[in-house]
Nanobody
């Protein structure tokens, strides 16, 4: 099983980036797909999640700026990040799980390798 995240990079404050995560190696039917992030020296934190039917959840600080979406046929999940802020700088991880609390990392069974997002001021 593999989750491959991509799309990170260096962006100026106010800019946009789109992260992608491709899942492979097993069926992800019914899975909740999520994005977490970890900034240097900080704990990993929940960013956003989407259920198989399209329901979504976001942390408060990204609401209105980030949009999560998924393509179940392609086993892909995306994170469109607009109006980026320096405090969004972190390694972003995609994750997949089936039961639990969406904003808890304990729910997720599979994790990608992370993609670095750096936002300059």
């Amino acid at each position: 099983v593999q989750l491959q995240a991509s799309g990170g990079g260096l962006e100026e404050a106010g800019g946009s980036l789109r992260l992608s995560c491709e899942a492979s190696g097993r069926t992800f039917t019914g899975a909740v797909m999520a994005w977490f992030r970890q900034a240097p020296g900080k704990e990993r934190e929940f960013v956003s999640a989407t259920g198989y039917g399209g329901l979504t959840e976001y942390r408060d600080s990204v609401k209105g700026r980030f949009t999560i979406s998924r393509d179940n046929a392609k086993n892909m999940v995306y994170l469109q990040m607009n109006s980026l802020k320096p405090e969004d700088t972190a390694v972003y991880y995609c994750a997949a799980g089936w039961t639990g609390t969406w904003n808890s990392d304990k729910m997720y069974d599979y994790w990608g390798q992370g993609t670095l997002v750096t936002v300059s001021s």
